[in-house]
């Protein structure tokens, strides 16, 4: 009779802790789904992302890249480092502060040409913000010209 209560907990102990397992696995796989991470045109360069995997991207609005083709907005990011500017296109209200030059995080996927499809920009709000994902990547490769990031 002891032996049988003993094994019952064991298999009970088990079954619990192979529920918390699958539990504890759906969980984080549910949050890594949900994660966005950042990289700048060099860490893009450097680390590519599978297109269509939805990440942000941050730089600096390329100087004469942008231009309306209809509700399209295309435009370049660069964190004027050795990496190529990367294609932005956008559909929709951009920021009031948008415009060349300007720090900006874009939120989307690369498509299979390499451009990135923007279905979020978010540009820096005053003289002196910058996001500081975009401050450090500036940092990084040399081209960062303003004080610490807030």
Do not use: C
Not at 111 to 117: E, K, N
């Amino acid at each position: 009779m002891a032996m049988k209560r003993k094994h019952r907990r064991l298999t009970l102990l088990l079954a619990s802790l192979g529920a918390l397992g699958i539990a504890a696995a759906l969980v984080l796989n549910a949050f890594e789904d949900s994660l966005l991470y950042f990289k700048s045109p060099s860490q893009l360069a450097e680390d590519p992302i599978a297109p269509g995997k939805r990440f942000r991207l941050g730089g600096l609005v390329e100087e004469t890249s942008v231009e309306r083709q209809g509700a399209n907005l295309l435009f370049r990011v660069t964190d004027n480092g050795s990496a190529q500017p990367v294609p932005v296109t956008y559909t929709g209200i951009v920021p009031d502060l948008f415009r060349p030059g300007q720090g900006v995080i874009a939120i989307g996927a690369l498509d299979d040409r390499g451009t990135f499809q923007a279905t979020e920009i978010l540009a820096k709000h005053d003289e002196t913000y910058m996001p500081k994902e975009v401050a450090d990547a500036l940092k990084a490769s040399g081209e960062w010209k303003g004080g610490a990031p807030k």
